[in-house]
């Protein structure tokens, strides 16, 4: 499975951005579907998580700011990103876990959040 990530930019600090990750095969029955953060110099951190049936998880630092969703009919997952603050600035990849234990990484999105 390929995964081709797009949207980041540079956004002041309150905007929005909207974050695309497509993949090279029908997602609809993928186990996992996931963004996750690497700021400057730290480790890459979960975002939010989308299973199969829709159900979402997201990281306290996000949570009520970024909504992941899914569009099984593009085989594309989305994360709306809003209220954006500079320590959002980083990288973001998607992962999609096909089954547990297979997964793949897309290659990354540069958000950047200026103050």
């Known amino acids: 499975v390929q995964l081709q990530a797009c949207g980041g930019g540079l956004v002041q600090a309150g905007g929005s951005l909207r974050l695309t990750c497509t993949a090279s095969?029908?997602?609809?029955?993928?186990?996992?579907l996931t963004w996750y953060h690497q700021a400057p110099g730290k480790q890459r951190e979960l975002v939010a998580t989308?299973?199969?049936?829709?159900?979402?998880v997201y990281g306290v630092a996000v949570e009520g700011r970024f909504t992941i969703s899914k569009d099984n009919t593009r085989n594309e997952v989305y994360l709306d990103m809003n209220s954006l603050k500079p320590e959002d600035t980083g990288v973001y990849y998607c992962?999609?876990?096909?089954?547990?234990?297979?997964?793949?990484w897309g290659q990354g999105t540069q958000v950047t959040v200026s103050s």
């Open positions: 992962k999609a876990e096909v089954i547990r234990g297979e997964y793949y």
């Open positions: 989308m299973t199969n049936g829709g159900m979402a």
């Open positions: 095969r029908n997602i609809a029955n993928f186990a996992l």
